[in-house]
């Protein structure tokens, strides 16, 4: 009871947090970050191991640069985040612009649904969030739902404000064919790393043996859609681009596995070309091969 009562006064909290100007929650955001590095250090041991086992080639000099902007910018995209709760459909859609969406829409004017697949790099939330203003179909975004259940429908009613549909990821499948008569597109975040006893394949990322979630294969390979990747780009404090990339126009034509290995690379040179916007706070090689057999 005690903790439900917490969760409430926090979601009441961050609503009202939320409302604050952008420049005013820029400048929190940057207090934030002196006191999550210099001070409380948080996940600073999982990110610093992070990115000196993917980039064994820099110094310990350039790990540490890469290191402090990405708390920077992580201090910031966690205010702006909180931000969706109150961000305007007009706002958003001057924050966010996609590039290529015609290719998307193409496919929805011809009655056919496609995939989409992304990171965790940028602010995915906002593309996601922005995607639901811009795209004149239905998106139905793939999520893991969290423990809270306070929190999650708080995130919910956020992520869904402009139209989108969060899907549970273990209700996927089930939707899909609720929806299979309806040009749709359903997204996923296809980073996230499996719980050990899904881990059934591994590849090499970003220097690692990493384990990889192979549901957008499978779904693109029992559908036939295309697959879209949402590549985003950070342009400036609170501006991103999504340039909407084909990676696979005939998914039943590929190897096998070959879909996960395309958007893993793609993802993986976008990293490399600007590592600080990737979510290094998260514990992505936790599972190791031998653990998982």
Known sequence: MIKKSFSYIGVVFLSFFSLLPMQVLYLIAAICYYILYYLVGYRKKVVRENLVNSFPEKSLEEIINIEKRFFRYFA??????????????????????????????????????????????????????????????????????????????????????????????????????????????????????????????WLNFLNQDTSALLGLEKIALQTNRPI??????????GYYEVDCVPICPVPKETKEHEITDIHFNLL???????????????????TKREDAS
Request: a positive charge; one cysteine or more; proline letters at 3%.
């Open 76 to 201: 910031d995209l966690t205010v702006e985040v909180i931000k969706m709760h109150s961000i305007s459909e007009k706002e958003v859609q001057k924050r966010v612009k996609f590039t290529n969406l015609h290719l998307v829409e193409a496919h929805f004017n011809k009655g056919e649904s496609v995939l989409a697949c992304t990171g965790h790099y940028g602010n995915w939330e906002w593309g996601m969030l922005a995607l639901g203003a811009h795209l004149s179909k239905t998106a139905y975004v793939i999520y893991k739902p969290l423990n809270n259940k306070i929190f999650d429908n708080w995130f919910l009613k956020m992520r869904s404000k402009f139209g989108n549909v969060c899907v549970p990821m273990r209700q996927t499948l089930r939707m899909l064919t609720s929806k299979k008569n309806e040009a749709s597109m359903f997204c996923f975040a296809s980073d996230q790393s499996p719980v050990r006893g899904e881990a059934h394949y």
């Open 228 to 237: 879209f990747y949402f590549r985003l780009k950070y342009l400036k404090r």
């Open 268 to 286: 993986e040179q976008i990293i490399n070309e600007e590592p600080s916007y990737w979510l290094w706070s998260h514990r992505r090689w936790k």
